[in-house]
């Protein structure tokens, strides 16, 4: 047990005067240089000499032998045991025999990427624009971001271990001297590239913390430069707590967060890393009240920080668990919830749609060469994910989701017994089919988990703090059904050209207005990697969302015309197990086109104003109910190719669509009409011996000799003629041929027909009201 009551009048005689304690933490006022590294001197009055061990040190400070003390405190940290890594320093040895084992194609990719990119920078890099690698390519401020994240780092030394060649690890420690030699001569990059930026710093804390106890468990770390080492992480923990005490919305500040509380919770010995510890948990925890919801997806609402964040959390819980650190019970639940969240709206494929800013698979030039002009991280596969949410919450739905054996990326994290619990644990389909994310509002409408099933995801929300990464894209979907993509969003690339155009409504599943886009006034960043945001977006109103087990239904309204005078609302409705009708209506009191984008390489319909698009296993059509005159325009730019539907010269109109994948070997088409009457409106869908009926009426009551209701609208569906199911929306009585309802208030109500004959009611909105059903 450490005696806590030594530690201040010890360090009082050891630490200036300016660097000040309260009773139970350190102030802010740290008295560590931000522009150099500490020096010898200054590192030894840092520590606090009442960890058992560290006394033969202390008596060499109070000697002034300096060198002694240095080599003696290089000594401790290396035979220490109060601290764990991820992985176990002890058994570290045999570790390394079983991920080669297990690995062995990963190896030889380490290996590869390892050399390359020696190859490509050297070890005498400009950390500062202008620059070349060594093949002759100039640098762009995404090179100066990605090297100084130290990427390879670890990979470095692992290729060092492999191949029993220090060579690699010699590069990275010298690589590492020349970047802190120009950090110090001022030669590195500030400003809006500044080489500190806390989510380059962050990840650069990281990789160099784990290269830092590979080296040191398997003794390939000269003492020299494991203080070295710690030095640099005290320049970047000072460095990083200056921008990450007090809260800024994003993942770049988490970034910086968790490199910082990885990195201080390592070193309790130095009090100034136990309050940074201390500080960036708090900070961290605003994180995770503000930015992960209760239905667990990130609040900037893009499918790839999202997942980042994710890792972000995991590194930060694992760490604590390894050490013993209780964590607020906030964390725990927020960070199980980003699982389910993947679940609740992964497609059949098991993968999350590309929501807003997901990144772009990168390759290297010719599959061999770093990318020097890489702006964001690679986006790792969903299965990556849920690995980690199988292992750390032995959940057999994540595991659905996740590889039989663990990622070579996440060998690292996991001891030999949650390792064991993983492979043990047995996969479970999930039972979840359409649901919404509530507070995200993005709504999911499905069928099941087979890969033939249907699926839409509805962008039914706009990020209310930090948009940056929200696209124009929005009350759009993404459509997939009978084993392909039917209705794609595509994936972005801040550094090319194509970034503005891809990240705006001309890619989106949308309906516009006299082709205004959603996403106006384009704001470049600051530091010329390309990215950038829309200062304006539509604000979002849904108005309804319910699900059963016939019938989806989903309606919303958003801004995004009221400059040129047009309201404009969006509804859906799922006909399970076959089909979408999407209605896009339009009201203004002037003359306006209106158009309807749908994205996708189709073939123009003859006859009908319809599209269709050949797949693999299934033909899928996007069919008008309006038989007027209509253009019809396929577009294409950048290579991705779309058709825009557009109605000229009205005032009111209404898109009602029909989306209908048909396997390849059924040679009947759907089709799609609709009846204007004035006391309702009807739409038929027909696709083969299936039929659908949707009447809206415009009258209080409906009086026709097949239906009579007072129903805003009702859906039915037959099959061969007989009726199967019907959904009445906001109404208290119906009557067809076969029933009659009758409900104390108007609800919302879903009436399907069983094997046995029987008419069964679901209540949708969960009123509970009295209902009366009688068969006819």
């Keep these: 047990m450490i005696n806590r009551t030594k530690i201040l009048p010890t360090l009082f005689l050891l630490i200036p005067a300016t660097f000040c304690f309260s009773q139970n933490a350190i102030n802010t006022i740290d008295n560590i240089p931000r522009d150099r590294l500490v020096t010898d001197q200054e590192l030894l009055r840092l520590v606090d000499y009442s960890f058992s061990g560290l006394n033969i040190v202390e008596s060499d400070v109070k000697k002034n032998d300096t060198k002694k003390a240095i ?9 220490r045991t109060n601290k764990n890594y991820f992985f176990d320093g002890k058994n570290i040895l045999k570790e390394i025999e079983l991920f080669q084992k297990s690995y062995p194609e990963e190896i030889k990719s380490i290996e590869k990427r390892s050399n390359e990119f020696i ?72 400003g809006g590239n500044d080489v500190f930026e806390r989510f380059y710093a962050g990840h650069r804390t ?65 009090p100034v890393m136990s309050y940074w510890n201390n500080t960036a948990l708090k900070t961290i925890m605003v994180h995770v009240e503000k930015e992960i919801k209760e239905d667990g997806f990130q609040f900037e609402r893009a499918s790839h920080y999202f997942k980042l964040d994710i890792m972000n959390y995991f590194r930060i819980f694992q760490i604590s668990k390894v050490n013993n650190k209780k964590l607020p019970e906030l964390l725990e639940h927020r960070f199980h919830k980003m699982f389910d969240a993947i679940v609740n709206v ?10 807003q800013d997901a990144q772009a698979v990168y390759s290297t030039q010719n599959d061999s060469l770093e990318n020097n002009n890489a702006a964001e991280l690679v986006d790792p596969k969903e299965s990556f994910f849920l690995s980690i949410g199988a292992a750390v919450f032995n959940d057999p739905i994540y595991k659905f989701f996740a590889n039989d054996i663990l990622f070579p990326d996440l060998f690292w994290f996991f001891s030999d017994k949650e390792k064991d619990n993983y ?43 930090k948009p940056d990464h929200s696209h124009g894209g929005i009350l759009g979907v993404m459509v997939y059904g009978l084993g392909s993509e039917l209705l794609p969003t595509y994936r972005v690339h801040y550094s090319d050209i194509s970034y503005q155009y891809m990240k705006n409504s001309l890619v989106k599943n949308v309906a516009l207005a006299d082709r205004l886009l959603q996403g106006q006034n384009w704001i470049d960043n600051n530091a010329r990697t390309g990215f950038g945001i829309w200062e304006k977006l539509p604000t979002p109103t849904v108005h309804e969302w319910i699900t059963g087990n016939e019938y989806d239904y989903f309606s919303a309204v958003h801004n995004g015309f009221d400059s040129i005078g047009v309201n404009y609302n969006r509804s859906i409705i799922f006909f399970k197990p076959n089909f979408w009708l999407v209605i896009d209506k339009f009201v203004s009191k002037n003359i306006h086109s209106y158009e309807q984008l749908w994205q ?22 996007v069919l008008q109910s309006d038989g007027t005159e209509m253009i019809i325009r396929p577009y ?39 009846f204007e009457n004035k006391d309702y409106k009807l739409i ?37 003629d007989r009726l199967k199911s019907v959904l009445l929306y906001q109404g208290s009585k119906i009557n067809v041929n076969e029933f009659s309802l009758t409900s104390l208030t108007p609800s919302v109500i879903e009436i399907e027909k069983g094997d046995d004959g029987i008419w069964r009611y679901s209540d949708l909105k969960g009123n509970l009201q009295n209902i009366k059903l009688e068969m006819e």
């Excluded at 006859?607 to 059509?621: A, L, M, P, R, W």
């Excluded at 294409?636 to 190719?641: E, L, T, W």
Aim: with cysteine.
């Design 71 to 79: 080599e003696l405190l290089a000594e401790y940290f290396r035979n």
């Design 119 to 190: 190859d490509t920078y050297g070890t005498d890099l400009k950390w500062k624009m202008p620059g070349v690698d060594k093949l002759g390519r100039p640098f762009t401020p995404n090179t100066i971001r990605y090297i100084s994240r130290f990427p390879r780092a670890y990979e470095n030394v692992l290729s060092a271990i492999f191949k029993k060649d220090n060579r690699s690890t010699a590069y990275l420690m010298t690589q590492l001297k020349d970047f802190i030699h120009d950090y110090e001569s001022g030669k590195t990059e500030i």
């Design 206 to 270: 990281r990789n160099l913390l784990f290269a830092y106890y590979l080296m040191l468990h398997t003794d390939n770390l000269r003492w020299e430069d494991q203080i070295f080492l710690i030095k640099v992480f005290l320049l970047h923990g000072a460095r990083l707590i200056d921008v990450c005490k007090d809260f800024q919305y994003g993942n770049h500040q988490l970034h910086g967060l968790a490199g910082l509380y990885e990195m201080s919770i390592m070193f309790p010995e130095l």
């Design 346 to 355: 992964a497609l059949p494929t098991k993968s999350l749609p590309i929501l």
């Design 423 to 465: 492979y043990k644990l047995k996969s479970q389909i999930p039972s979840v089919k359409s649901i919404s994310l509530s507070e995200s509002k993005y709504y999911v409408m499905r069928t099941g988990w087979d890969k033939d099933d249907l699926y839409m995801v509805i962008d039914g929300g706009l990020a209310q703090f």
């Design 600 to 621: 996708g390489e189709f073939s123009v319909l003859k006859d009908v104003n319809g599209i269709v698009k050949q797949n693999k296993e299934s033909k899928f059509y």
């Design 636 to 674: 294409s730019k950048y290579g991705i190719n779309s058709v825009m539907f557009e109605k000229e010269a009205v005032r009111n109109y209404s898109f009602n669509t029909l989306l209908c994948p048909i396997k390849n070997n059924n040679d009947l088409s759907p089709a799609i009409k609709i």
């Design 684 to 720: 038929n869908i027909t696709n083969g011996t299936l039929q659908s009926s949707v009447y809206f009426k415009k009258v209080d009551m409906l009086n026709l000799p097949e239906i009579k209701t007072d129903a805003q609208f009702v859906c039915l569906s037959y099959e061969s």
